[in-house]
């Protein structure tokens, strides 16, 4: 069901592909809630009535992105491969890219560049809190 990703934003990130968190989550939400809204729609809307084979790919697709992302935030703000937050962080990046496609209906009037903005700007001013405490 799943395939890898060639080049997600996650990997450009752990590779040093942009320049500071802004530009990372701006790629990585700007990609699912526009290449890949369907998809995210489609899947949340019939995971229930998937193979289990199907759920756990799905599901390990999931923990890939979330590992990938939380990789990024312990080098971003130069946390230790034992603090927690950076899986708590990572966790709250990828919830936004399921729930502003499902929440269309509620954000229709507010322009997708307001809400990536608005969504970017908060992840990013927790990213560099975290880097902040480890200086």
Wanted: net charge negative; hydrophobic share 45%; glycine share 8%.
């Amino acid at each position: 069901m799943f395939r890898p990703e060639q080049g997600s934003s996650a990997d450009r990130a752990l590779a040093g592909g942009y320049d500071g968190p802004e530009a990372f989550l701006d790629d990585l939400f700007g990609h699912a809630w526009t290449d890949n809204r369907r998809a995210i729609l489609l899947v949340y809307s019939v995971f229930g009535e998937l193979s289990r084979e199907d759920r756990r790919a799905v599901l390990r697709h999931d923990a890939a992105l979330v590992g990938r992302i939380e990789r990024y935030i312990r080098t971003e703000a130069g946390l230790p491969d034992d603090d927690p937050r950076a899986a708590v962080v990572a966790n709250l990046v990828v919830f936004p890219n399921a729930f502003v496609p499902f929440r269309d209906w509620y954000t229709r009037d507010v322009s997708d560049e307001v809400i990536r903005r608005t969504v970017v700007d908060g992840v990013a001013a927790i990213i560099r809190g975290l880097a902040d405490e480890q200086r």
